[in-house]
């Protein structure tokens, strides 16, 4: 029971950490000027992983045995000959409590790391937004250049950071640590949703402040708050990709479970990189994010030029519209961008449910172990330099509406005005979504392993019927009656 209730009872007490935390900022150091807003967000996120650690100890030290076992097929008993008692001889992986709390503490401090990361990437308080900012002098195309670059730098450091979870986890725990990395970053997400929903909330209070014609001194204050929020979104996406990441490895465990293709219920057979359906697996599963990337930046694209034909409409036809002195039509405009948010969505949806199960059922259960591994490591690094990118343009014109570079109305501001409406779709869009794939392709994949393991009639048909030679490569699969007539992979 301590086992089952040991994932709830852990983010549970998260939010309890997060909400003190909370009130921690709001009532003990609130904040007071322009200058407080970001160090507040930011001590937000510091605290509360300080507060979690001790939390994450204790839940293991009174919630958990103080040794496990997993992996465990069987129990075997047997008399001692010597001292005639009957002797339990326990198999499988030996756990420690002190070793799952290092498991899960691993994965609370890798994502704050990777917060701390996002925001000096992301903030204009720092000098790579500075440095994009500095790049519009001579033009949107070297804005564009230097925010690719920030955003390809700005995932080096996450990575490494995952990586290192990943490493320490499974040699705690096997793939059951890897899973708890992630419970550990889940921990505080009440907090990451929070300062992530501050983002959306702020920048559409600048909007409303606009367009009720407040004065400047609230533009001011609005677009302050709008540039910290688009730090803190970018710092709640890299949590949520962090997570994506080792939730997507643990699922793939379970994936390599169901289909026998785990050393610990097979006899031996694993997934093998060398194996040339594996790698073929492989290739196809690093270039889905592309492909899906391209999908959702494409339904951005549709959905803009629509948007701007509209506009131009309205401009000619309205009289007045230009002067001021007539209102627009909003209905039309929010009409487009509600229709292409639900229709242009269902490719990418498509791609992302269909591709694991038409991939097993025409090649089988080793193709399918290629590609989800392929997509999890291609998607987080294009997650995360999507999503930091998108945020940097997004502040690096903040930057200079502040006044810095010539401020608005500038050439220089005009680049960077290009450079955020090119960063809009990678961080709101094609950044976020890369974690629907990750974590998605995974889930569908455990669902669907039945369809896809060495005994269905379905799993493999290209490589079972075209290709007999590689159906009955599998040692569990080589004496079966049905690998003789190359349906059995």
């Known amino acids: 029971f301590g086992l089952i209730m040991f994932p709830l009872l852990l983010n549970a007490s998260g939010i309890i950490t997060c909400l003190l935390t909370s009130m921690f900022a709001t009532y003990l150091l609130p904040c007071r000027t322009i200058a407080d807003i970001e160090p507040s967000l930011k001590r937000q996120l510091i605290l509360s992983t300080f507060l979690q650690t001790p939390v994450i100890f204790a839940m293991c030290y009174w919630g958990l045995p103080s040794e496990f076992y997993l992996e465990c097929t069987m129990i075997t008993p047997y008399e001692d000959p010597i001292h005639h008692v009957v002797i339990i001889e326990l198999c499988g992986l030996s756990v420690k409590y002190w070793q799952v709390f290092l498991a899960g503490s691993s994965g609370i401090w890798a ?20 440095d994009v900012a500095d790049s519009c002098k001579t033009g949107a195309a070297t804005n564009v250049i230097y925010g690719l670059a920030l955003g390809y730098k700005s995932a080096i450091l996450p ?3 995952l990586a290192l979870t990943i490493y320490v986890g499974y040699n705690l725990a096997g793939v059951f640590g890897i899973a708890l990395g992630a419970l550990g970053i889940l921990s505080t997400m009440s907090l990451c949703l929070t300062v992530d929903a501050y983002g959306p909330i702020s920048d559409n209070a600048g909007g409303i402040a606009e367009m009720a014609g407040m004065g400047e001194d609230v533009r001011e204050r609005t677009d302050a708050l709008d540039a910290a929020g688009n730090t803190t979104a970018a710092i709640g996406k890299g949590y949520a990709i962090g997570s994506a990441a080792l939730v997507g490895l643990a699922l793939y465990g379970a994936f390599l479970t169901r289909t026998y293709l ?10 093998n990189i060398i194996d040339p359906r594996t790698y073929f697996g492989l290739i196809i599963g690093g270039m889905l994010p ?16 629509k948007m701007v034909v509209e506009i131009q409409h309205q401009f000619r ?18 009409k487009i961008a509600t229709d292409a948010s639900l229709k242009e969505m269902i490719p990418p949806g498509l791609l992302v449910i269909g591709s694991p199960i038409i991939f097993g059922i025409i090649f089988g259960r080793q193709s399918l172990a290629g590609l989800l591994p392929g997509s999890v490591v291609s998607g987080i690094a294009m997650a995360i330099a999507a999503s930091n990118t998108g945020g940097a343009w997004d502040n690096a014109k903040k930057y200079v509406e502040a006044g810095n570079l010539g401020g608005k109305g500038t050439e220089i501001h005009k680049a960077a005005v290009i450079g955020d409406t090119v960063g809009d779709p990678l961080k709101d869009t094609s950044g976020p979504a890369l974690n629907i794939l990750v974590k998605l392709m995974a889930i569908i ?35 079966s009656d049905s690998c003789s007539s190359a349906s059995g992979y």
């Open 445 to 479: 994949s455990v669902v669907f392993s039945p369809v896809v393991e060495g005994s269905s009639p379905l799993a493999g048909v290209l490589f079972n019927k075209a290709l007999k030679k590689w159906a009955c490569r599998d040692d569990l699969w080589a004496a």
């Open 159 to 161: 990575i490494f950071g």
């Open 262 to 271: 785990s050393s610990s219920n097979n006899g031996g057979v694993q997934v």
């Open 111 to 130: 994502g704050l790391i990777i917060g701390l990361i996002t925001e000096y990437f992301t903030s204009h308080s720092y000098s790579p937004v500075r």
């Open 290 to 305: 592309y492909w899906f990337s391209a999908l959702t930046m494409k339904s951005v694209g549709n959905a803009a030029m």
């Open 317 to 334: 036809t309205i009289e007045g519209l230009m002067e001021g002195r007539a209102k627009p039509n909003y209905r039309n405009c929010v």
